[in-house]
Every structure is written in C-alpha cells, then in structure tokens.
C-alpha cells in the first residue's frame, strides 16, 4: 500500500501556469482614395508602437480594410503613399487596451497639390515698349 500511495502523489507542474501571454488589441481600418471614391486595395498599412518602436505591416484587403493584432498600448497607424499622393485625412495615436477592439479607423489619401508661390509680378521695360516676361 505504501508504494501505492507514493507512486499517486500529485506533483506540481513544471510550467507556471499564472504566467499569461500580453493583452492583445485588434486595430481595424480602411484606406479610401478620396472621400467621394472607393477604397484602396494592396497598400501596406505600418502600425508603429510609439514606447518601443517596434513596427507591423499588413495589406489592405480588396475593400481598402485591415486588421491587425497588436499587445495592448500606444499605436501610430501610417499608410505607404504612391508618387503624387498626400494624407488628407489621418488618425490620431491609438491607445489600444487589452482584449479591445478599436474603432475603425481611416486614411483618406489624394492628389498631392504642387502649391506656387504668388507675389508680385515684375514686368521689366526694355526701352523699346515690349515687356519682358
């Protein structure tokens, strides 16, 4: 009976069981050329953990979406741009808690405007009553 009872005995178990994978938070989005047009597809959207650096990428899907699980805390989201494109409209920093879901965000992008200086216009004589541009 004794070796019964000693072959029973429960031991602990060699993992800790009370230690728990970080918090993780899903950022949802979606990219739209304009605000009148559609959404954009395969453009690679970064989101950038602002206390440590580190960066993810995903694509967006044929609606212009993404979604990407990230650990709980601060996020910027930035999105790749093509030649002659800006952000007209862009989200603040994330602060993703825990096991949360964030709102979509989104990321409006248009044609860059090439903006000319205006100031007065010098129109030189040259003597013969033609000005020279």
Not at 2 to 11: A, D, K, Y
Not at 18 to 47: D, F, N, Q, Y
Not at 125 to 131: E, F, I, K, Q, Y
């Amino acid at each position: 009976m004794l070796l019964f009872g000693v072959g029973c005995r429960r031991v602990p178990p060699a993992v800790d069981l009370s230690a728990r994978p970080a918090p993780s938070a899903t950022v949802t989005g979606v990219v739209r050329v304009t605000v009148a047009s559609g959404p954009v597809s395969g453009r690679t959207v970064e989101i950038v953990n602002t206390s440590t650096g580190e960066r993810r990428s995903v694509q967006t899907t044929d609606n212009g979406g993404f979604a990407l699980a990230v650990p709980a805390g601060r996020y910027r989201v930035d999105v790749t741009l093509k030649d002659g494109e800006t952000i007209v409209k862009r989200p603040g920093i994330l602060d993703m808690q825990g096991g949360a879901v964030g709102s979509p965000i989104e990321f409006v992008v248009g044609p860059s405007r090439v903006v000319h200086p205006r100031g007065p216009a010098y129109r030189v004589d040259n003597g013969l009553g033609s000005p020279i541009a």
